[in-house]
């Protein structure tokens, strides 16, 4: 089982009014130690075309997707840590049963909570000079699952009008929660961390900022994936007031920000100092873990790329639940399953 975490109220309140909420301490002795151990290894074993490709398009000094499968202190991060818990308990899963939402459920036990799984992990280093992704949300490279927001009710990939999908547009918290680990320290005097636009998961309009976000999503849907991180470019007035609201941490190694699925997002850019001690802690990689958790009967989408293995190896299609897929997206709440932990993932 995951460590457990009693969430409070307010920490709940702020969840759904903001979408975000930072807990800190989630990683402590030697989880994040052996955790910042790994994710220094694999920053120094990138290759040279890795290297090239950098110095070409400098996104993130380092980026790699589903390191859980072959670190085992990055698994017990995923897997172990507190962060299952409280991403299923923001999606109130520990308050909705369902006796058939996994199909490695012993029907003899009867209805239990429903529950999460693993969706992708991805561990990126942000040094000085890169450019990350400017403001954005998951797009289904990310997060190859179908949407459930109702911001796309129109588009078509969600005209279905199952009881199911129905549910989920009514049920805001089955969206899905990123968890974002410090394995770096951070500041927002510095930067170098992450900021987040608090409210902008929030589609309904009432306000400025969500009239914006919902043309700031339909500006970068409109052009596909590969403009996920140009809203600067595409809608320059929506970009400027999250850039306005932003809200910027100072996180210390093992702090988490949690934040909805739908919540924009982006590197924060690294600040020019000119004091030489303040030029040397930019020149350091600021290392960070990202995790994304979905409820086991949320939908699969199969982008074409399946840089994740499970629609080539499990034959996965659009439609289908993400437990259909073991391994590939490994339960990690209530309990962990033992076949699904130890099993051999491909990626391709």
């Not at 290297?51 to 990055?74: C, D, G, M, V, W």
């Not at 172990?80 to 003899?108: F, H, Q, R, W, Y």
């Not at 990123?178 to 320290?185: E, K």
């Not at 589609?203 to 339909?218: D, Q, S, Y």
Request: net charge positive; aromatic share 6%.
């Amino acid at each position: 089982m995951p460590a457990p975490y009693d969430l409070t109220p307010s920490q709940i309140n702020d969840f759904r009014t903001d979408g975000v909420i930072v807990i800190r301490g989630m990683l402590e002795g030697s989880v994040l130690e052996d955790a910042i151990k790994d994710v220094n290894k694999i920053q120094r074993s990138r290759n040279v075309s890795q290297r090239i490709l950098h110095k070409i398009f400098p996104a993130y000094r380092n980026l790699e997707l589903q390191t859980y499968r072959s670190h085992k202190a990055l698994k017990r991060v995923a897997f172990d840590s507190m962060a299952p818990t409280i991403c299923a308990k923001l999606m109130g899963l520990d308050d909705d049963v369902n006796g058939n939402s996994n199909e490695n459920d012993n029907e003899k036990e009867g209805p239990k909570p429903r529950s999460l799984r693993l969706l992708k992990d991805a561990v990126l280093g942000f040094s000085k000079g890169d450019k990350g992704c400017g403001w954005h949300v998951d797009d289904k490279g990310f997060w190859p699952c179908e949407d459930s927001h109702h911001d796309h009710a129109s588009s078509s990939t969600t005209k279905r009008t199952t009881a199911h999908s129905k549910a989920k547009v009514k049920n805001r918290r089955d969206t899905g929660v990123n968890v974002w680990i410090a394995l770096s320290t951070t500041t927002a005097k510095e930067g170098g961390g992450l900021a987040v636009s608090p409210g902008s998961h929030d589609l309904t309009g009432r306000n400025k900022l969500g009239r914006l976000v919902k043309k700031a999503r339909i500006s970068i849907a409109s052009m596909g994936s590969q403009t996920t991180c140009a809203l600067e470019m595409l809608d320059p007035e929506s970009n400027a007031e999250l850039e306005r609201t932003k809200r910027v941490y100072d996180m210390q190694p093992g702090d988490a920000i949690i934040h909805d699925r739908y919540c924009f997002h982006k590197p924060d850019a690294f600040r020019d100092n000119d004091n030489d001690d303040n030029k040397k802690k930019a020149l350091v990689t600021k290392q960070r873990i990202s995790l994304r958790y979905m409820p086991s009967d949320a939908t699969f989408f199969n982008n074409g790329q399946d840089i994740d293995g499970a629609a080539t190896q499990k034959h996965l299609q659009t439609g289908d639940p993400l437990y259909k897929a073991g391994e590939y997206f490994p339960q990690v709440w209530p309990t962990e399953l033992e076949n699904e932990r130890n099993a051999k993932a491909k990626k391709r």
